[in-house]
Each structure stands twice: as structure tokens, then as C-alpha cells.
């Protein structure tokens, strides 16, 4: 059973160290901390994430995603022009996505 859990994260908008190889993006949204597809072969699953480990159970749901995106553009010094992944450790468009629009959020408008 899929259980929901509202919760408060200091960010959204997550910097990668290094320009990432395989999508060539510098940064990440994730709108959901947990995925409830449970694919085997995801590689959120492993440690190198420090993910909880009812990964597919337990979705954790950021709140005020789009106050928080807005937020941390608006006091933007550092940022550069670059891709954004959305949802690389979740799927944006799990199906929490019908109750809770965060991933919409995320999108400018």
C-alpha cells in the first residue's frame, strides 16, 4: 500500500558537482522524494542516493513546490543558463502527480 507523506524540503532546485553525463544537465527537480512504479531496474534504489529504503511505499510529497522554485530563481546569483532535469531520483508523473500538481508547478507560466 502507497502511503503520502507532506513534508517540508529546504530546496527544490538541486546543483550537481559535476555537468552529468548521461542527460548533460547541471541541475534537478525532484517534485517527489519516493517513486511508487517500483521499476527493478532503477538506480535510485541504490545507496549513492541515501534514499529511504520503502523507496516505493512511501512517497514523500514536497510541499509548496512552486513558491519554492520561484523563490530560489528570484535570488539567483549563481545560476547558469543550462538544462534542468525534472524527476532523475522519481517520476515526475508518478500517479501522486493526479492529487498533488507538483510537477505542473514546477512549469513556468
Known amino acids: ?9 529546504k530546496t527544490i532546485l538541486n546543483k550537481y558537482k559535476f555537468i552529468d553525463s548521461w542527460f548533460w544537465c547541471r541541475y534537478s527537480i525532484n517534485p517527489y ?14 545507496h549513492k542516493y541515501h534514499l529511504q529504503p520503502e523507496f516505493d511505499h512511501l512517497i514523500y510529497v514536497k510541499n509548496n513546490v512552486g513558491v519554492m522554485l520561484e523563490n530560489r530563481l528570484r535570488r539567483a546569483r549563481t545560476l547558469l543558463p543550462d538544462v534542468v532535469a525534472i524527476g532523475g531520483t522519481c517520476d515526475a508523473y508518478q500517479p501522486a502527480e493526479k ?11
Open 1 to 9: 500500500m502507497i502511503k503520502y507523506v507532506p513534508k517540508e524540503f
Open 33 to 46: 522524494n519516493g517513486c511508487e512504479f517500483a521499476c527493478t531496474y532503477c538506480d535510485s534504489r541504490s
Open 99 to 109: 492529487s498533488y500538481n507538483n510537477t505542473r508547478q514546477c512549469s513556468p507560466e
